[in-house]
């Protein structure tokens, strides 16, 4: 399949580009385009042949549901019934935005959307490109983040092309993706409602405005052995580099001498070795290449760089990462969720 890439900038938005890419989605085609928290690959979310097309492109395991894109907050009503009157306000409050809800859905959702599940995860998102797109081709859109299945989510045009090229029929080629770690999955249909993905908008936002919020127990037991996540994309090797990474948690200092210690036997068994690190470390590692997150204090900063980093080691050929815990408070929480799930729970406690 020829892909055409059509670049668009967002604070010029040229309307011939997305009329042509809407057109694309209306007669079932797939286009991948930019949200604020990874790139989408979307669909018609209301037509099922479409929607496979999707699974098909990726490689994705056919009961991992998709998120529905909406540019409009009424167009819920269509997806979704039984809407309890506080998640109206939720959606007041952090849409558009990186938050998507999963509520009972209505029988316009195909069942290739929903993984066969009766419910439906809907979010609006915040990109100025994916809402003119949305409204223009006047469509519910399915998109779940446009990489292969198992890589790292692409925050870059350049991740998606490196994926998708030759896979779909249209990349909307824009800018970096501005909070680089997907949308915090909720579902409302138990109250408090629950967590099932940490994400862009983070539980302490939630409590703040809900009082209190639950999280599904496979995000913090240790011991994941019986525990089936709720979202049934969770329970699959996610995010992954092609190299073995390993995350070091504890005090900041303890874990720079275990990462220096553990680096070097693995090169006097003559492999490269990556540090994912921070400002405050980045100086303290010798002998392997070093990507900084950035300032460990700014967990924002953190999460927009993480998954360029993890596909930047791959670009360097590094065989082994050794990556640095953050506090998982605020985005922290899915950062660390992320980089967890990317080294399949490989993880030493210092
Ligand atoms: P992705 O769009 O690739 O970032 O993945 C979407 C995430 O939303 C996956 O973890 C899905 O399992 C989750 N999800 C989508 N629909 C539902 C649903 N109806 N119930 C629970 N989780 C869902
Ligand atoms: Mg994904």
Not at 262 to 270: F, H, L, N, T, V
Request: aromatic share 6%.
């Amino acid at each position: 399949m020829k892909t055409e890439i059509l670049k668009i900038d967002e604070n010029n938005i040229d309307f011939e580009k997305i009329k042509y890419a809407a057109k694309v989605l209306k007669e079932g085609g797939l286009v991948v385009f930019p949200t604020e928290t990874v790139y989408g690959l979307g669909a018609d979310a209301l037509n099922g042949k479409a929607v496979l097309k999707i699974f098909e492109a990726k490689g994705r395991p056919s009961d991992n549901p998709l998120i529905v894109h909406i540019a409009c907050k009424e167009e819920i009503y269509n997806l979704m019934v039984d809407i309890p009157c506080d998640a109206l306000k939720l959606m007041d409050k952090f849409w558009p935005g990186p938050l998507t809800l999963v509520g009972k859905k209505t029988s316009n959702v195909p069942d290739s959307v929903t993984a066969g599940l009766d419910t439906v995860a809907v979010r609006m998102p915040k990109n100025k490109i994916a809402l003119s797109l949305i409204e223009e081709a006047k469509l519910p859109v399915a998109a779940p983040s446009a990489n292969l299945s198992g890589r790292p989510s692409p925050t870059t045009a350049k991740h998606v092309i490196d994926d998708l090229n030759g896979r779909v029929d249209v990349i909307i080629e824009a800018g970096n993706s501005d909070i680089g770690v997907e949308s915090t999955v909720l579902d409302i249909t138990l109250w408090p409602p629950v967590i099932l993905r940490p994400g862009g908008v983070s539980k302490e936002q939630l409590e703040e405005f809900l009082g209190k919020v639950d999280v599904d127990p496979s995000l913090t037991e240790k011991d994941l052995d019986g525990l089936i996540p709720k979202s049934p994309g969770m329970k699959y090797k996610h995010y992954s580099p092609k190299a073995e990474l390993i995350v070091v948690e504890g005090e900041v200092s303890d874990v720079v001498g275990k990462i220096n210690a553990i680096a070097g036997e693995y090169k006097e068994k003559g492999l490269s070795v990556g540090v994912l690190s921070t400002e405050q470390t980045k100086n303290l590692y010798n002998g392997a290449v070093v990507i900084s997150l950035g300032d460990r204090l700014e967990p924002e900063t953190i999460a927009s760089n993480l998954f360029k980093a993890l596909r930047d080691f791959d670009d360097l050929g590094v065989q082994i990462i050794l990556a640095e815990a953050i506090d998982d408070k605020g985005i922290g929480f899915a950062v660390m969720n992320r980089m967890r799930k990317a080294a399949g729970y490989k993880i030493i406690h210092i």
